[in-house]
């Protein structure tokens, strides 16, 4: 099961992804990979820091300032992300239940080691939660569940993919005892 979730900036893919990791983790099952965050010095963003969801080790994604590469105001600090994102989707690759993958971005996409682990996750057979940055929708949309979320949807989005995967997760297990 692959479920893709996009929207426009803080309408909740996070906070989604972040949700639907601590749900599925409560009922036993092990989650891994990443969730991005913002960093913010008061009212004001000021970089991104990526976070491994198996450990919480945290890692530099960007922040404001000069330098290469750069996106907008902000400069990606691949090395940063690189060091905490790809060992988190590799031990995801070897050992977790679910992937969760937030985001697949223009910021993410400056590392080529994150495009090859992303690659590896989309040839393996785990099931994935990822939230996509909505100028990349249209190469992922089509290869699993899509979704755009709104305000409105938000809350029926989440309970609805964490059904799904609940149920998926259940059912492999089921047949799992079944061959045993
Ligand atoms: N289902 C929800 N109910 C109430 N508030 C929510 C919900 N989802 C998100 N929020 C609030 O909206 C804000 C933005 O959420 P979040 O960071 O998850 O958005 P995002 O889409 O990931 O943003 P970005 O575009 O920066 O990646 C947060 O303050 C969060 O608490």
Redesign the pocket.
Known sequence: MRFFVS?????????????VADEIRREGYKVGGII???IRSGPKRVGFRVIAIDTGEIGRLAYVGYGQPRLGKYVVDVEGFEKVAIPAISRALREADLIVI??IGPMEFKSNEFLKALGLVLKSEKHLLA?VHRRLVDRYRPLGEYYW?T?EN??EV?AEILGKIKRGLKNENSSDKAKD
């Not at 929207?7 to 949700?19: I, N, S």
């Open positions: 929207g426009m900036p803080g309408v909740g893919k996070t906070t989604l992804a972040k949700r991005t965050q913002e937030d985001e939230t979320l305000p938000r809350n989440f």
